[in-house]
Antibody
Framework: QVQLVQSGAEVRKPGASVKISCKTSGYTFTGYSIHWVRQAPGQGLEWMGGINTQRGGTKVAQRFRGRVTLTRDTSITTAYLELKGLTSVDTAVYYC?????????WGQGTQLTVSS | QSVLTQPPSASGAPGQRVTISCSGGTSNIGRNTVNWYQQVPGAAPKLFIYSNNQRLLGVPDRFSGSKSGTSASLTITGLQSEDEADYYCGVWDDTLNGPLFGGGTKVTVL
């Protein structure tokens, strides 16, 4: 069955960076893009960016450009989100999700807490 | 515009009908198909309606979706207690060049 399993909860200080992984299984990794969506406490879903897992090309939402790096390793069917220059506003649950025409399966989420 | 607007809350008694609206624009709902996600507290969103009105396997037929112009809606006919959740509309946005999600609607069964 399709699975997207994310790395565990992270705590960082302001100004630090974090890298979250999304290990996939149960389908052809390069057949789907992987997107990253975050959800701040009590808030809605916000798209951050996506990566074409076959070619490696990325798209990042304007408000995150310069702070977000998306990568993937096809040999281990895993995608990564790196977020730099963290502030308290980045405290949220971060989800990876696969997409081809529709965003269908989601990872379980990774809680990131930014606090001094 | 790259914004999807949903009402923050909706409610009804068991057995009643509830409709959730999702208003967008020409760069998203006006051009692309709409999907609906259900999220219960502490869990990830789950796709349960795609391509405007197609239910995933296992989704009860009391859930239905529709789209007209730059708006879409999700209707729950015969509300049940297990339907309490947050519901998000989602659609590809051609200006954003990525998926766009509504702010979410919390459905409460009275």
């Amino acid at each position: 069955q399709v699975q997207l399993v994310q790395s565990g909860a992270e705590v960082r200080k302001p100004g630090a960076s974090v890298k979250i992984s999304c290990k996939t299984s149960g389908y052809t990794f390069t057949g789907y893009s992987i997107h990253w969506v975050r959800q701040a406490p009590g808030q809605g879903l916000e798209w951050m960016g996506g990566i074409n897992t076959q070619r490696g090309g990325t798209k990042v939402a304007q408000r995150f450009r310069g702070r977000v790096t998306l990568t993937r390793d096809t040999s281990i069917t895993t995608a990564y989100l790196e977020l730099k220059g963290l502030t308290s506003v980045d405290t949220a649950v971060y989800y990876c999700a696969r997409e081809v025409d529709v965003v269908d399966f989601w990872g379980q989420g990774t809680q990131l807490t930014v606090s001094s | 515009q790259s914004v999807l607007t949903q009402p923050p809350s909706a409610s009804g008694a068991p057995g009643q009908r509830v409709t959730i609206s999702c208003s967008g624009g020409t760069s998203n709902i006006g051009r692309n198909t709409v999907n609906w996600y259900q999220q219960v507290p502490g869990a990830a969103p789950k796709l349960f309606i795609y391509s405007n009105n197609q239910r995933l396997l296992g989704v009860p037929d009391r859930f239905s979706g529709s789209k007209s112009g730059t708006s879409a809606s999700l209707t729950i006919t015969g509300l049940q207690s297990e339907d309490e959740a947050d519901y998000y509309c989602g659609v590809w946005d051609d200006t954003l060049n990525g998926p766009l999600f509504g702010g979410g609607t919390k459905v409460t069964v009275l």
